[in-house]
Each structure stands twice: as structure tokens, then as C-alpha cells.
């Protein structure tokens, strides 16, 4: 069973490979959009950290919705409503419960995930992060680590798509070639997960 | 690069703090990115909250200030503001009139002020939203965000700003800058791409010898790419690119606008090209700002927005202003 203390590793797991991966994926960015998606997932990420040591949420629902609400008043862009309502979602369906198990997790990540897509109005094959997103909730039901290998696959699978949605939509046929920043960022979110689990035995 | 910057952390405060000690006429919350003229909230009058990126400056805060907006929320370097700031906004400049969001059609922009729209709601604040989509080079399609909100927000801003300043109602103050959006027009051309602070590179390669047609204001590539082309020839371009999407019926505002690192001297001559392209098409011009209005940090170019004014909106670009960036009649 996973506990908010598992949950809040797993944010401070994300703020640390966001803090790594930042330059490349504002490179990815800058290829297609306008070259923040890096610095501003970091800028969330570390308030998401420092507002969760401070607050000390005593629920898995409590440490997600405090982390989205705390991404939407940092980054701005569009990464902040969408990635803070994944997690103020997906916290919202997890509810007062002190510990959650893995499918009870899946379900309510699926639900984070259908907030973000009515939110960016994004479907699956937009070249948005939904294409990381619903393929690693479709694999969480066989494991952390298979939802792993189908968020970094389906970020992968973003290169040879157009942009529909977002910045790089203005792009048309240019935007092909390029691996997606949000998927890529998703990935590293999923990634995340998966290490902490494994960390924990899960 | 160089740049004439501290560390690219703080740029946005930074310049917050300058421009607050320039314009003692403006109320500049630089903690919470805030900025809002020193009277507000007027009573009776809609309130007027605008904001977006920064990097774009003027752009927002330059237009707050009597006849304009209310108040503006600079976001971080073409990074949409948060919701916080908006809602925040809108308290400080509401006088039980309403407040009207002005927002161009990014989706940052358009997800965080709906966000924003909500908090102010909660708060019993009535909130109307003007969503600026005026850049032809953009396909408005199902599956596209739609199109890029670039030079109209200035006559958005203005037009419905005046509005608000005659003590319109907001559903009025709404309609008038929806109408103004809907019969504006722009197309921009880059010489250059531009550096935002955080990457200290340029966002784009853009070789010598080439320019790049239908940009918007983020430093982002644009439709297609050409040989570098004379002056006339852009002037012919873009003037035709917008009128091609809306063939003109009234006299025209034009906004020959400067990107951010072309000189007045470069935009002056464009103009003339642009005002020979309307002449020849039999556009008459009633009004024409040239200058660095709409920029995209240290890129090279211009873009071109008409909008098609009828007395009502004529009346109301002439109304009296008084901001750091457009003022007359005051």
C-alpha cells in the first residue's frame, strides 16, 4: 500500500529529474515552441517541494492536490494548468484515504488524465503529453515498471507526428521530426513514479 | 550573448522595479507581478485586466492607465501569467462593475484567465472575456489552437478601454472589443529570431540572407521561409496576407509594428511601403500608430494589423489616454 509519505517522495523524485533533465527539455522546446518548458517545470517542481515539507499533507489526495494547486500558481504557461489539474485531479479521485493500493492509483490517475484532456481539449495522437499519459495509466494495471516503458515509448512515438494543440500546433508540417516537451516531461513524471515504487520493493 | 541583465531569474522583477520607479502614476506589486493604475477601482466603471508574457513590452503594463486598462499581469519571459495574478487583478481594480479579461489566443494565456476567471467568480466578482485571434497567418481549424492573438490586442485594449472609461456596462464593454477583434487583421514578418534570458541562444535559426513570413510574438518559426526580400516587397506581402482574409468595407486603423530590435528609422520606410500597398488596393487609412508596440524581445521585423473602424470605434480610439506607452487627449 502506498502512503503519502511514498507520495511525497514521488514529487520530490520529479522535482530532482526535472532539475536534471531541464536543458533538454528546453532544447525539445525550443525546436517547436519557445524554449521554457525546462526552466518552468523547475520553477513548479521546487515550490512543489518546498510547499510540501512546509505543509506536511497526511494523505496521498492531500499531497497531490496540494502539489497541482501549487503548480498552477508557479509556472503559468500552459504547462501549469494542465500538468497542476493532472495532479489536482488525480488527488481529488484518490480521497481521504490514508494509504491507496496500485489499481486504486491507476483509476485515479485516469481520472487526472481525462481532466487534462478536457481541459487542452488534446485527444491521443495530438503531440501533446496525452500520448505519454494514457498509454502508462493503460500499463500501471501490469506494473509500475510497464507504465514506465509506455510513457517513454509513447513520448517517443511523438516525433513523427504533426502538432494539433499547444505552441507547436503554429508550426504545421514543421513540428514533425520533433519529440514532444510534454510528453517528454510526462515520461519523466511516470519514470519517477515507477523508481519510487521500486525503491519502496512495490 | 549579451544582455543588460542581473541573472535571468530575475528579469521579470527586475524590470517590474524599474518600471515602477518610472511611472509613479502605476501601482506595481512586484512580488506579486501586478500592476494597476493608481485609482482604481473607478467607481461605475468596468474594470479592464490584460496580461500575458513578458517580453512583449510594451505590452501590457505600458497600456494601463486612464482610458485603457485597469491593470496588467506580466508573466514570466513569454510564459503566460498564473491564475493568481489575474484573480488578483481583477479584486483590485473591480468596482462592482465587472471586470473584462483581455486575452490573445495562446493556449497558456486562454487556460490560466479561465482559471483565473473561476477564483474572481467565487469571489463575487462579475467576469467577460475578449479573446484576441487576429493573425492570418494561423489556419483556425478543429485541430489547431486557432489563431495567435498578436497587434489587435492593442486596439482591444484601447477601444474597449475607452468603453469602460464613458461608464459602458460590460456587457457593452465585451461586445465593442469582440467587435474590434473581429474585424482585425495582422501578419508579421521576422529578420531575426529573438534570445529569451533563460536560453541566452536564439529560439530559432534564421540564417543570412533569409526571413521568415507569418511569425507570431513568441520567438516561434512561421509559416514558410524565403530569401530575404526589399522592404516594398514584405509591404506587398503581409498587406495582402491580411486582406486577403478580411477584404476591407471602412477606413482602416493601421499598426505598422516594430518587433523589438528594428529601428524607427527601418519601421518609418515600411510604413511608407505599407500605406502605398493600401493606396494602390483603395484602402483609405483614418488613423496610424508606427512604433515598438507588440515586440517579441530583441527580434528584427514588423508586423502589419488593420482594423476596420466604423464611427463607433473611431470615436473611441480618439477618446482621451493617458499610459507609460499611448497617451493623447490627456
Known amino acids: 500500500?502506498?502512503?503519502?509519505?511514498?507520495?511525497?517522495?514521488?514529487?520530490?523524485?520529479?522535482?530532482?529529474s526535472v532539475d536534471r533533465e531541464a536543458e533538454r527539455l528546453t532544447a525539445l522546446d525550443s525546436a517547436i515552441g519557445d524554449a521554457d518548458h525546462g526552466s518552468n517545470l523547475q520553477r513548479g517542481f521546487t515550490a512543489v517541494t518546498a510547499v510540501l515539507e512546509k505543509e506536511a499533507p497526511q494523505t496521498p489526495g492531500a499531497v497531490l492536490t496540494l502539489a497541482g494547486r501549487q503548480l498552477i500558481s508557479t509556472v503559468g504557461g500552459a504547462s501549469g494548468p494542465l500538468y497542476g489539474t493532472l495532479l489536482r485531479r488525480t488527488g481529488k479521485a484518490l480521497g481521504d484515504a490514508a494509504e491507496v493500493g496500485t489499481e486504486r492509483l491507476a483509476e485515479a490517475l485516469r481520472a487526472g488524465v481525462d481532466g487534462v484532456m478536457t481541459l487542452g481539449g488534446?485527444?491521443?495522437?495530438?503531440?501533446?503529453?496525452?500520448?505519454a499519459l494514457v498509454p502508462a495509466v493503460d500499463a500501471l494495471a501490469t506494473g509500475f515498471a510497464a507504465a514506465r516503458a509506455a510513457a517513454e515509448e509513447g513520448a517517443q512515438a511523438t516525433t513523427p507526428l504533426q502538432a494539433r494543440k499547444g505552441r507547436a500546433s503554429y508550426l504545421g508540417e514543421r513540428s514533425i521530426g520533433h519529440q514532444d516537451p510534454g510528453a517528454t516531461s510526462s515520461a519523466l513524471l511516470i519514470a519517477a513514479l515507477a523508481d519510487t515504487a521500486e525503491a519502496d520493493g512495490e | 550573448?549579451?544582455?543588460?541583465?542581473?541573472?535571468?531569474?530575475?528579469?521579470?522583477?527586475?524590470?517590474?522595479?524599474?518600471?515602477?520607479?518610472?511611472?509613479?502614476?502605476?501601482?506595481?506589486?512586484?512580488?506579486?507581478?501586478?500592476?494597476?493604475?493608481?485609482d482604481a477601482p473607478v467607481a461605475g466603471q468596468v474594470g479592464l485586466v490584460s496580461g500575458g508574457g513578458s517580453g512583449h513590452e510594451p505590452l501590457h503594463g505600458g497600456f494601463v492607465g486612464p482610458g485603457m486598462l485597469?491593470?496588467?499581469?506580466?508573466?514570466?519571459?513569454?510564459?503566460?501569467?498564473?491564475?493568481?495574478?489575474?484573480?488578483?487583478?481583477?479584486?483590485?481594480?473591480?468596482?462592482?462593475?465587472?471586470?473584462?479579461?483581455?486575452?490573445?489566443?495562446?493556449?497558456?494565456?486562454?487556460?490560466?484567465?479561465?482559471?483565473?476567471?473561476?477564483?474572481?467568480?467565487?469571489?463575487?466578482?462579475?467576469?467577460?472575456?475578449?479573446?484576441?485571434?487576429?493573425?492570418?497567418?494561423?489556419?483556425?481549424?478543429l485541430y489547431t489552437a486557432g489563431r495567435r492573438g498578436t497587434g489587435a490586442t492593442l486596439f482591444v485594449e484601447k477601444i474597449a478601454g475607452a468603453a469602460a472609461a464613458e461608464g459602458q456596462p460590460l456587457e457593452r464593454v465585451e461586445a465593442i472589443g469582440r467587435k474590434v477583434n473581429e474585424n482585425s487583421r495582422s501578419f508579421g514578418v521576422a529578420l531575426s529570431a529573438c534570445t529569451t534570458p533563460a536560453k541566452g541562444s536564439p529560439t530559432f535559426d534564421l540564417p543570412d540572407g533569409e526571413l521568415e513570413l507569418g511569425i507570431?510574438?513568441?520567438?516561434?518559426?512561421?509559416?514558410?521561409?524565403?530569401?530575404?526580400?526589399?522592404?516594398?516587397?514584405?509591404?506587398?506581402?503581409?498587406?495582402?496576407?491580411?486582406?486577403?482574409?478580411?477584404?476591407?468595407?471602412?477606413?482602416v486603423l493601421l499598426l505598422v509594428n516594430g518587433l523589438g530590435a528594428t529601428p524607427l528609422l527601418e519601421l518609418y520606410g515600411f510604413h511608407a511601403e505599407v500605406q502605398r500597398v493600401?493606396?494602390?488596393?483603395?484602402?483609405?487609412?483614418?488613423?496610424?500608430l508606427v512604433g515598438n508596440y507588440v515586440t517579441s524581445l530583441d527580434m528584427a521585423g514588423a508586423s502589419v494589423t488593420l482594423c476596420q473602424a466604423d464611427e463607433e470605434l473611431l470615436r473611441l480610439w480618439d477618446a482621451p489616454v493617458r499610459t507609460p506607452a499611448l497617451r493623447w487627449g490627456m
Open chain 2, 216 to 251: 507570431g510574438i513568441h520567438g516561434e518559426p512561421g509559416r514558410e521561409r524565403r530569401p530575404m526580400m526589399t522592404s516594398g516587397e514584405i509591404a506587398d506581402f503581409a498587406v495582402n496576407a491580411v486582406l486577403e482574409d478580411m477584404p476591407p468595407r471602412d477606413p
Open chain 2, 1 to 38: 550573448m549579451r544582455m543588460l541583465i542581473n541573472v535571468p531569474e530575475t528579469v521579470v522583477a527586475d524590470a517590474l522595479r524599474g518600471f515602477a520607479a518610472a511611472y509613479p502614476d502605476l501601482t506595481v506589486d512586484v512580488e506579486n507581478r501586478v500592476i494597476v493604475r493608481r
Open chain 1, 122 to 131: 488534446a485527444a491521443p495522437g495530438d503531440k501533446t503529453m496525452i500520448d
Open chain 2, 70 to 141: 485597469s491593470a496588467a499581469c506580466p508573466g514570466e519571459v513569454f510564459t503566460s501569467p498564473v491564475p493568481d495574478q489575474m484573480a488578483r487583478a481583477a479584486a483590485a481594480v473591480d468596482s462592482g462593475a465587472g471586470v473584462l479579461f483581455v486575452v490573445k489566443n495562446y493556449t497558456g494565456d486562454v487556460l490560466n484567465f479561465d482559471m483565473a476567471a473561476e477564483l474572481a467568480e467565487d469571489e463575487g466578482i462579475q467576469i467577460a472575456k475578449v479573446l484576441v485571434d487576429d493573425d492570418v497567418a494561423v489556419t483556425d481549424s
Open chain 2, 278 to 288: 493600401l493606396r494602390e488596393r483603395g484602402v483609405s487609412v483614418a488613423r496610424t
Open chain 1, 1 to 16: 500500500m502506498l502512503d503519502a509519505d511514498f507520495f511525497r517522495r514521488w514529487m520530490t523524485a520529479t522535482a530532482a
